[in-house]
């Protein structure tokens, strides 16, 4: 995957509808084996392209969920959602950023525009691995509050791993 400059400072970061072109960029980032250790939660072979564009397809499909791409400097840099989780009763919020844009702000400044100006519901639900310190504090400075603990198989890690479940009021 290219690396990206930008500034990190000063970079211009957009939220808009996904486009069909996303996708594979969506795809290219998938396909990082840390960022599917750290997510832990992902698909079961993120290097089948059919599987990840049908699962694509379902989601733009689904009129319940919201998607956008998060957009810095032009360029496609991740994706932030909210769906329907059963299991927690509510709507649980999801991110995945690409690497050349982990450590930068970019997830929690797109997860505060996210929650600010594109999906106000409350309360929103989310979760992330014991282990995933980056995803617990962009939950954390957005509002977050842990809840509860649980456990679950990680795909990426092909174990059952802990987790903790996150509130927003």
Aim: charged content about 30%; overall charge negative; some cysteine.
């Amino acid at each position: 995957m290219e690396r990206v400059l930008f500034d990190s400072e000063t970079y211009d970061l957009q939220l808009r509808d996904v486009v069909e072109s996303d996708l594979p960029i969506f795809f290219e980032n998938q396909l990082d084996a840390d960022a599917n250790h750290m997510a832990a939660f992902t698909a079961k072979d993120p290097t089948n392209r059919e599987a990840f564009m049908a699962h694509w397809q379902r989601i733009l499909g689904d009129e319940s969920g919201v998607i956008q791409t998060i957009v810095v400097d032009g360029q496609v840099a991740g994706n932030v959602s909210i769906y329907r989780d059963e299991e927690l009763d509510g709507p649980e919020v999801s991110y995945w950023i690409g690497r050349p844009y982990w450590g930068k702000g970019v997830a929690t400044r797109a997860l505060s525009e996210f929650l600010a100006h594109v999906v106000k519901t409350r309360p929103l639900y989310a979760r992330a691995a014991k282990d995933n310190i980056g995803s617990l504090r962009v939950l954390d400075k957005c509002g977050f509050s842990r809840i509860g603990e649980g456990k679950g198989f990680a795909n990426a890690r092909g174990a059952e791993i802990e987790e903790f479940l996150l509130k927003l009021e």
